[in-house]
């Protein structure tokens, strides 16, 4: 309400303004011819100088004050490659900000309009233009090169022994599956998906068998993991900010990430001082009214607690034996001597 | 106080039409209109019209993110059911917000508002044309670009709402009603309307490209045209070449949504139904879009580059600096645009060594930007600054234009990119680069051209007023998405405080909404000053800003045909800012280089022998003509 | 003499083409891009697998044939036209008329014989472009039939001569690149399907 009440105090400022101001316009309607700057040209140019100032006191100030708020700490290997080009890129962008700013607000500062001043007639300067677009080109290049070396390691095939973690979106959350003891996930098709099999796995393929469901993503620290990304019905976008993880979930054509975590979220507790702590995941493609809630946790643990946690979880077969009700004879005895182990 | 030379010259009557003036009533004069100086004013008020309910739109969900708890109840005249019982905003209904923001803004604003307003505007009197090409043509593509408008505009009150899968409308979102309710009807008429815009721009591009080609006056080679009107021309050639590309990903899009063929949509599973769509490819759609939509980019931001380096050299007094760079650096941009679309995917699953090339050309697109940038601040080096309102507008762009270009490397670099896609870094990019920019080159131009719109001045405190509340405004909205882009905040977020690492920037969030609702008051000054001065404005002198190109010799308020007389020659560049030697310190182009012997350069006093030959042989009375009206 | 020349001329008629000409010249630009862009999405998709096959129509090789015959009496309508063979100029134009809709029965025969082969617009997207390209091309080859008899009209009132070429030149040009587009689509779609 206060803000309203704010608002309204402007708005009744602004009109008494402007009818003082259509007061003046009259007078200047009467008024007798402009010269080529008036005064309001030193206070314009001043007021660059101080924009100038008082801006970047500002931002530097808060982005001094502010950094842990807004870093996020890193929680994965690739995430120290591109965090690290992310601020070669802003130290070299910001140098370039800095000055290219200095120059802009100074000059107009500077070169204000004096009558008794001619501008320098000074057309084109070959050398000049050369230098400015070899010099941005040479940067870039070492920009481009390194970010091309980062982004082919990140997007080269995960290793043989990667953990295999499929992520389904849907509207309005993501599934997790795991591949279980024979790290191999089993087939799916949309077609088979109803309210008993949300992920639409068939369950004639002998991989699915041991296959079982997490409610967040669990997953050993040090290690490699594969996410395995697709999407139920529109596109998503898997993000794990922590992680330095982002890929779209698109229907029909399955994405993959892979990444090592190189904390644990215990030792993230510590590091921060906060027992709340947890990583999340969130979507960051629209995809409808619900996509700011698609959130999911993952927990990083040590490679023995994950060992641990593995061997107890209960596969979708062992949690609904009616999934396999249709399934031939010889995939049921399979079940049932995976379920014996 | 020098008046601009209104040339009459002699034997150049390679125009048909003399017979300016024609009685007009008011249907032909106001409405179907075919003077391309009408139809550049009508898509300036419409374009104005359509930035205010833009912008009314951000102001709705700057509200719901800066203030989440807030009692939205007073909102429910004009919001209706979007606001539930507990006052709070429906979150598909923050979704078509955001999404015709976007789309209003990008499409009816920065396009039509300001490449449709000064491209009709300015190219016939820049280039010394009586007319556009084809004037009905013209008048054509703004009444298709009216009836977008209107088309756009119904879908904003229809019960499931406006398109509300983002102005980016991918598949499968926008093609299922069952996904989102703006994929309904809201989506149906957001494409029938973009159709007609697409139709409304190939129209207006087609005109643009060959009024400049075929119909510039004598001696108004390439080399001699102003940079607002090269800008011009190569967003033209921009927008005829990716238009119709967005035609194609429309009509695909239509004939997946009603007709169930299966171009982008393939296994789905929504409603509890599994469609029988299978083959359909998501990411086709996404490189369809963005042929169109990365170019757009330019299309938006060209004009507004032109319109400054015209505004910056005239009241810098000063040539524009590396005129030929300017030129081929927009020519880079031109050409490169259209090979750089992919790096709005990096992270959409398409293959990795895709993205790794379209890193490489991205990057490229810098350099010539970066040209642009060292060259204008050349230009105000040693210049004699005269801040009119839309200098500092386009002192503005230029400080948008740097800030917002710099993180663009962060963002073309796919590496770096995977953390800061879609989220508000990218906000906070687009927003000043090509948002922003684009804006205050469209300000920068109405300001700059108003005396010769409407034959008034725009009162000039006021214009300083408007600026520094619109500058100062635009930072404090948009410099701190930096910080929670980097943060990591997800665009298109209704709200925030579902996550743990992104449920710290309440204060930030707030502060940004307030600057942004005092931006948004202050662009009133603006509108008040506009309507205000084309009535009761001061009388403008034919050449206010003492400017050098061709527009300022047409009588203070031109008729149909532009010129009362003959169309004058132009016989030397437009940058003619006080040159060592001439008396004033603007020469304009329709100056001959041997009535100015005092301050021609070497290679000028060359020309000169020609053009006396020239003038010998196409009658003797222009010299005189010049000389005289020059004392 | 030149140099002076070129230094006046240069601006005047940069091109000697008169301006709506070179607006159809622009037009068939955007065209071609929208066929660029169908055809290079069609490439795409194809890459990603899960594409139907299937034979072309034959008959879609006549249609190609009629329309290459329609370009031939289009210009014969032109070389007449600019003879002022006024007589000749109706008959070609006529011919061009009547071989055009012929390409357009053909085209409907092409889908009937894509229903017989179970290929539906509405299913595997191999399929579904098939139908947008040749609709897409009737489209506008229609408006070029529209143009064809606007321009016949005017012939039947002694509006085209060789004094007046411009229309019967810009229909000629139109035609022509509606019949170069189909062919390019036929290619296109032997080599790629």
Known sequence: MGFLIALGVLLLVSIIWMVYRIQTLVSVVKGSEKKVATGSNKVNAALFLLFLIGSGVLMFWYSIKEFDTYHLPIASEHGVVTDNLFWVTMAVTGIVFIITHILLFWFSYRYQYKEENTAAFYPDNNKLEILWTLVPAAVLTVLVVSGWKAWSDITAPAPENAHVIEVMGYQFAWEFRYPGKDKQLGNYDYRLINPTNSRGIDFTDKNALDDFPAQKVVIPVGEPVLFKIRSRDVLHSVFAPHM???????????????????????????????????????????????????????????????????????????????????????????AQIESAE | MAVANVSTHGASAHDHHDDHEHSDNFITKYIFSTDHKMIGKQFLVTGIVWALIGGFLSILFRLQLGFPDMDMTFLKPILG????????????????????????????????????????????????????????????????????????????????????????????????????????LGMTLWLVAMVFFIASQLMGGINYISTVINLRTKGMSFSRLPLTIWSFFLTAIIGLLSFPVLFSAALLLVFDRSFGTSFYLSDIYI???????????????????????????????????????????????????????????????????????AHHMFVSGMNPFLGS??????????????????????????????????????????????????TGIFLGNSAVDIQLHDTYFVVAHFHLVMGSASFFGLMAGIYHWFPKMFGRMMDAKLGYIHFWLTFVGVYMVFFPMHYIGIAGFPRRYYSWTNFNFADMYTDLNMFVSVAAII????????????????????????????????????????????????????????????????????????????????????????????????????????????????? | MEE???????????????????????????????????????????????????????????????????????HWAYLSAKNDQLGNLKIALGITVVLGLLFL??????????????????????????????????????????????????????KIHSRKMNTMEMCATYWHFLGGLWIYLFVFLLLNH
């Not at chain 2, 990008?106 to 010394?128: D, E, K, M, R, W």
């Not at chain 2, 009216?146 to 406006?162: D, H, K, N, R, V």
């Not at chain 3, 069609?42 to 899960?50: A, L, P």
């Open chain 2, 271 to 341: 409603g509890g139904e599994a469609l029988p769509n299978t083959g359909g490819s998501a990411v086709l759609f996404q490189h369809l879009f963005w042929f169109l939509g990365h170019p757009e980019v330019y299309i938006v931001l060209l004009p507004a580059l032109g319109i400054t380096s015209e505004v910056i050299a005239t009241n810098s007094r000063k040539p524009i600096f590396g005129y030929k760079a300017m030129i081929l650096s927009m020519l880079g941009i031109t050409v490169l645009s259209f090979v750089v679309w």
């Open chain 1, 244 to 334: 330095r993880l982002k890929m779209d979930a698109v229907p029909g054509m399955p994405t993959r990430f892979w990444f090592v975590p190189t904390k644990t979220t215990a030792q993230m507790r510590a590091e921060l001082k906060d027992d709340e702590f947890v990583y999340e995941i969130a979507c960051t493609e629209v995809c409808g009214g619900g996509h700011f809630s698609m959130r999911r946790e993952i927990e990083v643990v040590e490679p023995e607690e994950y060992q641990k946690w593995f061997a107890e979880q209960k596969t979708f077969v062992e949690m609904d034996p009616a999934l396999i009700a249709d399934a031939p004879s010889e995939i049921k005895e399979l």
């Open chain 2, 357 to 406: 090339i379209f890193m490489f050309l991205t990057l490229i697109i810098a350099v010539p930007s970066a040209v642009k940038v060292f060259n204008y601040l050349t230009t105000l080096w040693r210049g004699n600054l005269i801040f009119t309102p839309a200098m500092l507008f386009s002192i503005g762009l230029v400080s948008f234009f740097i800030s917002g270009g710099l």
């Open chain 2, 519 to 631: 931006t948004f008051g202050a662009q009133f000054i603006f509108l008040f000053n506009f309507f205000y001065s084309m009535y009761k404005g001061r009388k403008a002198s034919l050449n206010p800003w003492r400017s050098n190109t061709l527009e300022w010799t047409t009588p203070l308020e031109p008729g149909h045909g532009n010129w009362p007389g003959e169309i004058p020659t132009v016989y030397r560049w437009p940058y003619d800012y006080s040159k060592p030697g001439a008396k004033e310190d603007f020469i304009p182009q329709t100056v001959p280089l041997s009535s100015t012997p005092e301050s021609n350069l070497p290679h000028e006093a060359e020309q000169v022998k020609l053009e006396r030959e020239i003038m010998a042989e196409e009658g003797s009375d222009i010299l005189v003509a010049n000389e005289s009206k020059e004392s």
């Open chain 2, 81 to 184: 059911g979007w606001i539930d019982e507990s006052g709070a905003l429906d979150t598909n209904f923050y979704l078509a917000l955001v999404t015709m923001h976007g789309t209003i803004m990008v499409f009816f604003v920065l396009t039509a508002g300001l490449s449709g307003t000064f491209s009709n505007y300015l190219i016939p009197l820049q280039i010394g044309a009586r007319d556009m090409a084809s004037g009905f043509m013209n008048m054509l593509s703004y009444w298709l670009f009216f009836i977008a408008g209107i088309l756009m505009f119904i879908s904003l009150f229809i019960e499931t709402g406006p398109a509300g899968g983002g102005w980016v409308i991918y598949p499968p979102l926008s093609a299922l009603e069952q996904a989102i309710p703006g994929s309904g």
């Open chain 3, 105 to 158: 029965v053909g085209q409907w025969f092409s889908w009937e014989a894509l229903v017989e082969r179970d290929v539906y617009f509405v299913g595997n997207p191999g399929g579904s472009f098939m139908y947008v390209f040749t609709g897409l091309h009737a489209v506008h080859l229609i408006s070029g039939v529209i143009f064809l008899i606007i321009v016949l009209i005017s012939s039947f009132r002694y």
């Open chain 3, 4 to 74: 002076k020349l070129a230094y006046i001329e240069d601006a005047e008629q940069p091109i000697a083409m008169h301006p709506k000409k070179f607006a159809l010249w622009l037009f068939i630009v955007s065209v071609v891009m929208i066929f660029a862009a169908m055809t290079s999405a069609f490439i795409v998709r194809q890459g990603e697998g899960n594409w139907l096959e299937y034979d072309l129509p034959n008959i879609l090789w006549y249609t190609s044939g009629i329309i290459l015959l329609s370009s031939a009496s289009m």
